[in-house]
């Protein structure tokens, strides 16, 4: 397998200003996912894409290549991260005359993942029968039982509604909670199309201590306490 990571960190949260280069446990966050990156052997290449020098400053400390800076249009709040994976991956057509076989994103917001996590996305990956591989969560909430709505008339009811009574969270279908610890995606499929959804999606699971997504400061605390509790328990 020919696979490209790519880390996209773009330089203007809102949730948590500076997230990207904020230090966790000793060193900023971007680094987590670039040492995770390039401790999976299947991976070749792993490179930055970010509309901020400051952060390509880091990224290049670290060990990434950052061979571009994204443009602004693709960098603002309501910027689809799609249109990034597409940007870089338009990047390494034109660099490299071809595509990977597959590109993984590994997100920053993920760092409490392992390698293996990834390599378990590459494993579902090489399955074959999939345009993107996602992880996912064991969700805390039920749409069905504990997520509600607020209806026109100003109640309340269940998200989803069932036509039997659930009487604890135990009783409804099992869902998921999406994670951003890793993506594993056919090149081919993001150039020709707009969202994960619009393919055929597989997923790998992860457990929820891994599955932290930083995008507030307190999310970066319990970041902070998970590792924490991680180092001494190792």
């Known amino acids: 397998m ?12 809102k949730g948590l200003p500076g997230k990207n280069i904020r230090f966790l446990g000793g060193k900023p966050l971007i680094a987590w996912s670039i040492e995770h990156a390039h401790a999976v052997k299947r991976i070749e290449r792993v490179l930055v894409s970010t509309d ?19 443009p602004e249009e693709l960098a603002r709040d309501n910027s689809p991260e799609w249109l990034a994976w597409q940007h870089a991956l338009n990047y390494l057509r034109e660099s490299n005359g071809a595509l990977p076989s597959a590109m993984v994103s590994v997100p920053t917001t993920a760092p409490l993942r392992l390698p293996a996590d990834i390599e378990d996305c590459l494993d579902e990956f090489e399955k074959g029968d999939a345009d993107i591989v996602i992880t996912v969560a064991e969700a805390h909430r039920s749409p069905y039982f504990n997520m509600v709505k607020f209806n026109p008339d100003g109640t309340v009811g269940v998200l989803i509604p069932t036509n039997s009574v659930i009487g604890h969270r135990q009783d409804s279908p099992l869902v998921y909670d999406m ?52 180092r001494r328990e190792s």
């Open 179 to 230: 994670a951003t610890v890793a993506y594993v995606v056919r090149p081919e499929f993001v150039m020709t199309h707009n969202s994960i959804f619009e393919g055929r999606v597989r997923a790998t699971k992860v457990p929820v201590h891994r599955a932290i997504d930083i995008d507030t400061l307190l999310d970066f605390q319990i970041a902070e306490c998970l590792l924490d509790i991680r």
């Open 52 to 70: 901020s020098e400051e952060i390509a400053a880091v990224a290049r400390e670290h060990g990434a290549e950052v061979p571009f800076i994204r």
């Open 2 to 13: 020919n696979a490209t990571a790519f880390i996209f960190a773009r330089g203007g949260s």
